[in-house]
């Protein structure tokens, strides 16, 4: 019975990142294909009012379908500037945050035993953020889990650990969005400086892994933009702009693309996740894994994500575990 169990390969979940709740045909059946019974769905975000700096909810879910046939968890996105308001009223948050998830799952009536709250928190707003799991935590009485990134593991010490019943490690966005020829969501030579401490930690972790692209918009060799959903191959089917060398696009004629104006010469330096990278991924963590992942989350669930990879990518992925 121990073997068995140890041998099981980790689950297949994905992280839901839309305003509105609806599957297209493509997303139905990669969650069909790969037996997918648990998403991760980004209920709002917590964000700053502009004139009061009070904590508000931002583009909530709509949800157009009802998720019936999977368990629902919903995700919680807390910017970090939330966190570092000297005179937060950190109980009052968590309450209201955890009322609003509520009224959601009612409305919807979705059964909700899991929350995950997402916080890239600080030195400077650890005190803030560890008291909110806390308060949040007795309220809710639910399974909870929270997002860790990769210096949160190397430093826990100083960064300490959220109190909550499972962590999940978000093995990207590595560095910093630049001008330069690194890739900001995923680079081997960053994640092996951290590697190492994840025998060290203390606190369970699934993973989650990239599947998303971007194009990073540069004028003048400054950064003006962030373009999301864009990648290689659909740059180079379009004249406006040419390939000069494997993710950098130059913008031949001035032109507007997806409501955005790209200047002549303009530079997209496109960031995409290969099926290569996914696989080392779970190579190097494997190799420095002291206990199994549960669960692999992938980020995120999107048709034109998931039109980049073959079809048995996630289940190739999780059998390195």
Same mark, same amino acid.
């Given at each position: 019975?121990?073997s068995?169990?140890?041998?099981?390969?980790?689950v297949?979940?994905?992280?839901?990142?839309?305003?509105?709740?609806?599957?297209? #045909?493509?997303? +139905?059946?990669?969650? &069909?294909? #790969?037996?997918? *019974?648990?998403l991760?769905?980004?209920?709002?975000?917590?964000?700053?009012?502009?004139?009061? #700096?009070?904590?508000?909810?931002?583009?909530?879910?709509?949800?157009e379908?009802?998720?019936?046939?999977?368990?629902?968890?919903?995700?919680? %996105?807390?910017?970090?500037?939330?966190? =570092?308001?000297?005179? /937060?009223?950190?109980?009052?948050?968590?309450?209201?945050?955890?009322?609003?998830?509520? *009224?959601?799952?009612?409305?919807?009536?979705?059964?909700?035993?899991?929350? *995950?709250?997402?916080?890239?928190?600080?030195?400077?707003?650890?005190?803030?953020? /560890?008291?909110?799991?806390?308060?949040?935590?007795?309220?809710?009485?639910?399974?909870? !889990?929270?997002?860790?990134?990769?210096?949160?593991v190397?430093?826990?010490?100083?960064?300490?650990?959220?109190?909550?019943? !499972? @962590?999940?490690?978000?093995?990207?966005?590595? @560095?910093?969005?630049?001008?330069?020829?690194?890739?900001s969501?995923?680079?081997?030579?960053?994640?092996?400086?951290?590697?190492?401490? /994840? +025998?060290?930690?203390?606190?369970?972790?699934d993973?989650?892994?990239?599947?998303?692209?971007?194009?990073?918009?540069?004028?003048?060799?400054?950064?003006?933009?962030?373009?999301?959903?864009?990648?290689?191959?659909?740059?180079?089917?379009?004249?406006?702009?040419?390939?000069?060398?494997? &993710?950098?696009?130059?913008?031949?004629?001035?032109?507007?693309?997806?409501?955005? %104006?790209?200047e002549?010469?303009?530079?997209?330096?496109? $960031?995409?996740?290969?099926?290569?990278?996914?696989k080392?991924?779970?190579?190097?963590? *494997?190799?420095? =894994?002291?206990?199994?992942?549960?669960?692999?989350?992938?980020?995120?669930?999107? $048709?034109?994500?998931? &039109?980049?990879?073959?079809? #048995?990518?996630?289940?190739?992925?999780?059998?390195?575990?």
């Open positions: 019975m121990f068995c169990t140890k041998n099981e390969k980790p297949i979940s994905f992280y839901y990142w839309k305003t509105m709740f609806k599957f297209s #045909n493509t997303e +139905k059946e990669v969650l &069909n294909e #790969n037996n997918v *019974q648990k991760y769905v980004r209920y709002f975000d917590i964000g700053l009012h502009p004139k009061t #700096n009070f904590p508000i909810p931002i583009s909530p879910i709509r949800f379908e009802n998720p019936i046939e999977y368990t629902i968890v919903p995700v919680v %996105f807390i910017q970090n500037k939330v966190m =570092l308001q000297p005179n /937060l009223d950190v109980e009052n948050l968590a309450q209201k945050t955890f009322d609003f998830i509520e *009224q959601i799952n009612s409305k919807n009536k979705i059964p909700c035993q899991e929350i *995950q709250i997402d916080c890239d928190w600080t030195l400077n707003s650890k005190e803030n953020y /560890l008291k909110f799991i806390e308060v949040f935590k007795k309220n809710s009485r639910k399974k909870l !889990s929270a997002t860790i990134r990769l210096h949160q190397k430093y826990f010490k100083k960064t300490k650990i959220p109190n909550v019943d !499972s @962590g999940v490690l978000m093995y990207y966005n590595m @560095g910093s969005i630049a001008p330069d020829s690194l890739n969501i995923y680079d081997q030579k960053v994640a092996e400086r951290y590697l190492k401490s /994840l +025998k060290k930690y203390p606190l369970h972790l993973f989650a892994f990239p599947i998303y692209s971007w194009g990073i918009h540069i004028r003048d060799n400054k950064v003006i933009g962030l373009r999301s959903k864009m990648n290689s191959a659909g740059l180079e089917k379009d004249s406006n702009f040419e390939k000069t060398s494997p &993710n950098f696009f130059r913008v031949k004629h001035s032109n507007y693309k997806n409501g955005v %104006f790209y002549e010469n303009d530079l997209l330096k496109i $960031e995409e996740i290969k099926t290569e990278d996914l080392e991924m779970a190579e190097d963590l *494997q190799d420095n =894994l002291v206990e199994k992942p549960n669960e692999i989350i992938f980020y995120d669930l999107d $048709e034109f994500n998931l &039109n980049n990879y073959e079809k #048995n990518i996630f289940k190739q992925v999780v059998s390195w575990f």
